[in-house]
């Protein structure tokens, strides 16, 4: 009721604006006419954080980077909305957004979201998505775009393997096992993300076996730290933390035990210096500018999906950040390199 009110008044507004444009004989350059008393609402766009954005590096690069885009363009606005760590919630919200007409795009980012998308375009039609982290194929008002998550994967259980074998070498009774500690279980984590860790483990050493645990949420960092010092105890002496606002206590426990930690998404070399040993990287910052700017161009294939991955310069290691190198052995650096090297010139292919 309350958007419906808004949107009527604001539409009328509109409507008196556009009668004097053409009035005045000068027609406006939009792409996406508005039609009848709808208010052209292309330059306005939602961001949709599922979940919040402080913990979360994915959330921040997907705000920072449409941000950056609508600030090139004048007169695109762009409005942030927390979804909270209710899930239950989220559609419910994303429909509100919907309902409002208020945004021509809603941008939002993770593996959940098509569903929710998908349902929501059902009743509103009108309504065009941007979802990163996720794929959606075939319906015209949803554009996704993924990353290869096997790659990204696959770089951090190279670098986990080969420091959890320097670190257990000459140890009795040490029994090669990499840690994951994750926010939640879904599938992109349980066919690839875990998958992808442990292939990569064991090309360093085929023995390899995986520790898996499960928060149950994206910001419990007592849980986090509970976990880690149980696996750690267990013999797992390198995790890699996927799991939002409790990768804190991940990295707290890794610290005080002398053991060791992974970062996905972005560069956490400089989280915990000497305890962070690798970051496997994606640039969610460039894909959500990069996106932005073609749906404000008017070009975004909507209906498409699209996944981007190391060749194309969305997903990485890190290696030249000066904390990684103190944090790691020369010989564990080598290693890393070359392997890097030929993933690069695409003389080892990680396929899934
Ligand atoms: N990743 C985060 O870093 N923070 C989150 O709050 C978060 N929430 C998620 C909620 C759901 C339902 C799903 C399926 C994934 C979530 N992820 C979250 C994981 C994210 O999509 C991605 O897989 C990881 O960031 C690794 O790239």
């Not at 939602?46 to 921040?60: C, H, K, L, R, T």
């Not at 040993?277 to 209906?303: C, H, I, M, N, W």
């Amino acid at each position: 009721m309350k958007f419906g009110f808004f949107r009527k008044r604001r539409g009328w507004g509109l409507l008196v604006f556009l009668v004097a444009l053409v009035l005045a004989g000068c027609g406006g350059k939009s792409t996406n006419p508005p039609s009848g008393a709808e208010e052209d609402n292309t330059n306005r766009i939602a961001v949709f954080i599922p979940g919040v954005m402080s913990g979360s590096p994915i959330y921040e690069m997907l705000a920072a980077g449409v941000t950056r885009a609508a600030a090139e363009q004048p007169g695109v606005t762009v409005t942030v909305i927390e979804g909270g760590f209710n899930q239950a919630e989220w559609e419910s919200r994303v429909s509100a957004l919907a309902a409002s007409g208020l945004y021509g795009l809603i941008v939002s980012s993770n593996p959940s979201l098509p569903a929710i998308a998908q349902s929501v375009s059902a009743k509103f039609p009108g309504q065009k998505f941007l979802l990163l982290d996720g794929e959606v194929w075939g319906n015209p008002n949803i554009y996704s775009l993924r990353y290869n998550q096997w790659e990204q994967a696959f770089m951090a259980g190279h670098i986990a393997a080969l420091v959890t074998a320097e670190i257990s070498a000459g140890k009795e009774g040490e029994n090669g096992k990499v840690g994951l500690v994750a926010g939640q279980e879904y599938p992109a984590m349980n066919n690839t993300i875990l998958p992808g860790y442990l292939a990569g483990a064991r090309s360093v050493d085929p023995a390899f076996t995986a520790d898996f645990r499960v928060v149950g949420n994206w910001f419990d960092a007592g849980t986090g730290a509970s976990l880690a010092v149980d696996m750690i105890r267990g013999g797992t002496a390198v995790i890699l933390c996927i799991a939002g606002g409790a990768n804190e206590g991940v990295v707290q426990a890794a610290s005080e035990a002398g053991a060791k930690v992974v970062w996905f998404d972005t560069n956490g070399y400089g989280i915990r210096p000497g305890t962070v040993v690798g970051s496997s990287v994606l640039y969610q910052d460039r894909a959500a500018y990069e996106q932005t700017k073609r749906y404000l161009a008017g070009t975004l294939p909507f209906g498409q999906a699209e996944m981007v991955g190391v060749a194309d310069g969305f997903v990485d290691f890190v290696q030249d950040d000066p904390r990684y190198l103190a944090a790691v052995s020369p010989e564990i650096r080598t290693k890393q390199a070359e392997f890097l090297e030929q993933i690069r010139a695409e003389s080892l292919r990680l396929e899934e």
